[in-house]
């Protein structure tokens, strides 16, 4: 586990982290959910020793996290950091250069360096240009140079923004596959579907402060902080080639599964997404029927 306790933080007199106690466990993933300048990267920049806190402690599995150069070495191979921006991070000329640099310094297996560009889908890529690389790719690739650490906890900062729907899938899948790899994975984002979709625990930090936490996102909150959550629609058609791809197809089971199906839409279209739903035969004549019992 890592974790932090009363951590204060300034960039000359202006305090940025305020008091915050914050904890993340392996094989889990943690959501930090806040605003832009909410103060969720400073926190990041804490997790592995980049920053120094001006009061408090940061801890991994119960050890305070020393400031020596040995100290930190140690603590950047078990707690990866990923940077919203990928050019932030990548040095090298070469896609296998690029993710090869961290293992060869720290004496681990170059296997590892295979193991990670398949893991991210860039396997194949070992002899690109890093600079030729589209944005999604790069991003792809600074996780690659992470993971190839082997750490135990991969730190990712705003992994989606700039994303197309195709690169946020993709990056919600790694995720969620580094977690079932054991890592504990740890992501700041102000996106509220990313969150719903890969976390296991959620803390909201809002000036500094945390102001929430909890195993479960909590919308009300989440509209009131600015943190993103479009809303989207609900199609209802009994045509699925007519409206697209169904997200729900409405069947009658029995009237509780109908009622979920029906609640887990609208949660969807309030966080943004568009959602289908389509109607199974004889759905019609069922609904009828159980209205005309209610009248």
């Keep these: 586990m890592i974790e932090t306790n009363d951590l204060w933080f300034s960039y000359g007199d202006r305090e940025v982290l305020k008091g915050v106690n914050f904890k993340a466990k392996q094989s889990e993933v943690t959501v930090i959910m806040g605003r832009n300048g909410a103060g969720k990267t400073t926190l990041l920049l804490h997790l592995n020793g980049l920053l120094k806190p001006k009061k408090g402690e940061v801890r991994l599995n119960g050890t305070k996290v020393e400031y020596d150069k040995k100290s930190l070495f140690e603590l950047r191979k078990r707690v990866a950091l990923v940077f919203q921006n990928p050019d932030d991070q990548i040095i090298a000329p070469t896609v296998w250069e690029e993710v090869a640099f961290g293992p060869m310094n720290a004496g681990l297996s170059l296997e590892n360096v295979e193991k990670a560009l398949k893991l991210v889908g860039l396997e194949g890529y070992e002899d690109r240009l890093c600079g030729q690389l589209s944005g999604g790719e790069k991003k792809r690739l600074s996780i690659a140079d992470a993971i190839a650490m082997d750490p135990d906890f991969v730190i990712l900062d705003e992994p989606t923004a700039g994303l197309d729907q195709l690169g946020f899938d993709s990056t919600v899948e790694l995720i969620l596959r580094l977690k079932k790899l054991g890592k504990g994975v740890v992501v700041a984002t102000h996106d509220f579907e990313l969150a719903e979709r890969v976390g296991d625990s959620f803390y909201y ?70 959602v289908v739903l389509v109607f199974e035969d004889g759905f019609i004549e069922k609904v009828r029927r159980a209205l005309g019992e209610l009248k």
């Design 205 to 274: 930090i809002e000036a500094g402060k945390i102001v929430y936490e909890g195993n479960r996102p909590n919308y009300e909150l989440a509209k009131k902080l600015g943190i993103r959550s479009y809303g989207g629609k609900i199609i209802i058609s009994s045509n699925a080639e007519r409206s697209g791809e169904p997200t729900f197809r409405l069947n009658w089971n029995s009237r509780d599964e109908l009622a979920e199906k029906i609640l887990e839409a609208i949660l969807k279209a309030y966080n943004g997404k568009d």
